[in-house]
């Protein structure tokens, strides 16, 4: 009985610990959100996974109303922690991926900037808090508000990465209503060689959707729908066990437990030794290699649909068979068999055998 009282007191004490952020916030009162906001990171890393699941909405909900230049990416990361102890992805989303967007965008703006008035010369900064300093507004142009709000965006973008993969790789829901619209802004950062978003792009990258596949060497054609695969080398070993584990091609099917680290509904739990070794060469319609250490995402459309050229390997590969997101399990299913006719139509599309195999 002292247990579960001790509980109750436990769990009414950080939702009293919440309200009183939202209180805070709603009453744009400083002097107490401060204190509130310190309160709730505290609370946060001791409450309990029942607490969590009540709490991660309401934590996300706060973010649009806490002002760019404060501590949103705490924020977010203290919703997306709730996630992972089980608060529902979809419903903390929103917020959460709607303020990496305005952060993303709001970097890409500071980096626009600083370049049209720099010097040619001159590279830029690190994401570092030191840029923020007396000649910034000067640099930046605007306000000092508005030049304080893009140099934090450019400085804390790596903060949302946690948040965002929290809802992202815990939900497909998510990622079809969200991730479309943040990638683009992503890659374009990432680009700018200053930060690390590889693990970001990754996940608003990741497909849910059919592809074409051919098998060259038997002249054969599949519908494979995918969803929730991290990289090529997931892909690979997920395309062998469906077709060569499957019979619908030769080769040397993938061990069963590789396919159970790529496809595990539960969490991955650390690295393991197991070994996958390549079954195919992966290839883009024109002939250019699809690397496994790439995305799926980056198999070309052809006529609507992505289209992918499976050949005999050059030479053997054989990778670390754990998945990129350890807790985002991956599929692939069998929808369908081409005909003849359709296996053709495709292939159509795509280059000669002889100019597809290439040396690496």
């Known amino acids: 009985m002292l247990v579960i009282f001790k509980r109750k007191r436990e769990a009414t004490s950080f939702a009293a610990i919440v309200t009183e952020l939202e209180g805070a916030v709603a009453a744009r009162d400083g002097d107490r959100t401060g204190p509130a906001f310190t309160a709730m990171m505290h609370g946060v890393q001791s409450a309990s996974d029942a607490e ?7 934590l996300a909900a706060l973010l649009p109303a806490f002002p760019p230049t404060g501590p949103r990416p705490m924020l977010a990361m203290a919703a997306g922690f709730c996630v992972e102890r089980g608060a529902d992805p979809v419903a903390c989303a929103e917020p959460i991926l709607g303020g990496v967007r305005q952060d993303l965008l709001d970097a890409l703006e500071f980096a626009r900037r600083w370049t049209a008035t720099g010097a040619a010369e001159d590279e830029l900064p690190e994401p570092d808090e030191k840029i ?41 829901e998510v990622r079809r209503r969200h991730a479309s619209a943040i990638l683009p802004a992503c890659r374009d950062l990432a680009a700018l060689e200053r930060h ?7 996940a ?5 959707e059919p592809l074409v596949v051919l098998h060259r060497p038997t002249g054969t054609g599949f519908e494979i729908r995918i969803g929730g695969i991290g990289d090529n080398f997931q892909l690979h070993t997920l395309l062998a ?27 991955a739990q650390g690295r393991t030794r197991t070994v996958a ?13 699809i690397w496994n250490e790439g995305l799926p995402d980056d198999i070309p459309v052809v ?41 053709r139509t495709w292939f159509a ?6 100019e597809i195999r290439r040396p690496s």
Request: hydrophobic share 40%.
């Open 349 to 354: 599309h795509t280059s000669p055998g002889n």
């Open 204 to 208: 608003l990258a990741v497909l849910e």
């Open 241 to 267: 066990h469906v077709l060569v584990g499957g019979g619908h091609v030769p080769g040397t099917a993938p061990s069963a437990e590789s396919v159970r680290l790529a496809t595990d509904p539960e969490p």
């Open 303 to 343: 006529e609507g649909r992505r289209l992918l050229v499976l050949d005999e390997p050059m030479y053997q590969r054989s990778w670390n068979a754990d998945r990129f997101f350890p807790h985002l399990p991956g599929s692939a299913e069998l929808t369908r068999v081409l005909t003849a006719d359709e296996t």
């Open 196 to 202: 690390d978003l590889k693990c970001l792009a990754y």
């Open 52 to 58: 969590c699941r009540l709490a991660g909405p309401r």
């Open 277 to 289: 070794t390549g079954a195919f060469e992966l290839l883009a319609p024109n002939g250019e290699r």
């Open 132 to 172: 923020i300093d007396d000649a910034l507004t000067t640099r930046l142009g605007g306000d000092a508000y508005e030049a304080t709000r893009l140099a934090l965006a450019w400085c804390s973008i790596e903060e949302w990465q946690p948040p965002a993969l929290a809802v992202l790789c815990r939900s497909a």
